[in-house]
């Protein structure tokens, strides 16, 4: 089964939306977000072997890369300040 695609007509409709049924949830404790990274082939073949290489899974090792990344540019930019 396929999502159903809105129209911005039917969006933007009050009379559209069913308030009645609204589900009031907890937030999620561990919230996650996933993003979808694009490799040139060379690129992607490279970085699998790396993560191969560290026994980790490329979701791990990219992962662990941008963390590590990000902390650094962190702590530069505290410097810098």
Excluded at 21 to 44: I, L, Y
Excluded at 53 to 68: D, K, P, V, Y
């Amino acid at each position: 089964m396929t999502k159903r695609e809105w129209t911005d007509e039917e969006l933007m409709d009050p009379n559209f939306w069913d308030e009645a049924s609204t589900e009031v949830q907890e937030p999620s404790p561990n919230p996650r977000m996933s993003v979808r990274v694009v490799f040139e082939g060379a690129d992607f073949h490279q970085v699998a072997l790396a993560a191969e290489e560290s026994g980790e899974t490329l979701t791990n090792f990219i992962r662990r890369g941008a963390l590590e990344l990000a902390a650094r540019r962190t702590s530069s930019d505290a410097v810098a300040r």
